[in-house]
């Protein structure tokens, strides 16, 4: 039997499927500073070392948990249960997964995020997507953490499309990657494809998708105007409240985008059939 089209939704993390950014529920808290003097201390340390604003973060992360808190990648992973999720994510994904289906797709997805990789691989919903692509360190014999493995800034998000796109999920193959394909191989089509932020740092994703004839959707939790100007300036399609609820807005907006792709899979298959006909209609002559 013939497997179906891949119809991939990819998101990114705090923000769009949390309210707060993750280290604000367990991690912040755990070493007894606020949010507000945590995110200045990871600001003062990027701008005196000239240095990449997630580095930063996982490098300040490591400073202050000293002396405070275990930090290994178990105790990081444990902060994920303190992660907070918007209403209704976490039967969002079976409702996805059977909508498409109905339409002929096989729903898949994908966390791409400035985040960190081990306390979202501690939630509740880690095992709904077939990869996690965000910031990660490298772990010694005792599980701490001596070297980041992976800072995921918001122009290095876009690698991860160009993965998905073609099925080159493995961080570590970059050659076939860069290599060219023919789009008929690609494994997700970008048309199949629906990219979920909040934010600015979401914007080479949501232009990349939208582009490549995808679509983009803007989420928000309190004020819509900067989900709004996401349309406005033409990064994104939508700009929707972060409510998953069945049967919401969000919901019957991804289901519309899936019903698109599902007629637009149809012409492609109607159109691959006249052009082979023709071919071999050539062939013979």
């Known amino acids: 039997m013939e497997k179906a089209p891949v119809f991939a939704l990819m998101y990114d993390f705090d923000r769009t499927l949390s309210p707060k950014d993750m280290q604000e529920y367990g991690f912040i808290p755990g ?53 907070v999720l918007f209403d209704g994510v976490k039967s969002w994904f079976r409702r996805i997964n059977a909508y498409a289906e109905k339409r002929g797709f096989q729903a898949e997805h994908y966390i791409i995020s400035s ?55 493995d961080v570590t193959e970059n050659n076939p990657l860069n290599e060219s394909m023919p789009e008929a191989e690609r494994r997700v089509p970008f048309r199949n494809m629906i990219y979920l932020g909040d934010g600015l740092t979401d914007v080479p994703c949501m232009k990349l998708v939208r582009s490549n004839g995808g679509h983009s959707i803007a989420v928000y939790s309190g004020d819509r105007g900067s989900a709004a100007n996401l349309i406005l300036d033409g990064r994104a399609d939508f700009a929707l409240k972060a409510d998953y609820t069945k049967g919401k807005e969000l919901e019957t907006t991804v289901f519309s985008i899936i019903d698109h792709a599902a007629a637009k899979q149809r012409l492609v298959s109607l159109h691959n059939e006249s052009f082979e006909y023709a071919q071999n209609e050539k062939n013979q002559k």
Do not use: H
């Open 31 to 83: 070493i007894k500073m606020e949010p507000a003097d945590f995110w200045e201390k990871c600001n003062l340390t990027m701008e005196e070392n000239n240095m990449d604003q997630i580095l930063a973060y996982m490098l300040v992360m490591c400073q202050q948990a000293k002396g405070k808190m275990l930090f290994t990648r178990d105790t990081l992973m444990a902060l994920g249960s303190d992660v």
């Open 115 to 169: 985040g960190l990789k081990e306390i979202i691989e501690g939630t509740p919903i880690s095992g709904e997507f077939k990869k996690i692509y965000a910031a990660e360190f490298c772990y010694d014999s005792n599980g701490e953490p001596y070297w980041p493995a992976m800072a995921v800034n918001y122009t290095s998000k876009t690698q991860f499309l160009f993965r998905i796109n073609k099925g080159i999920l």
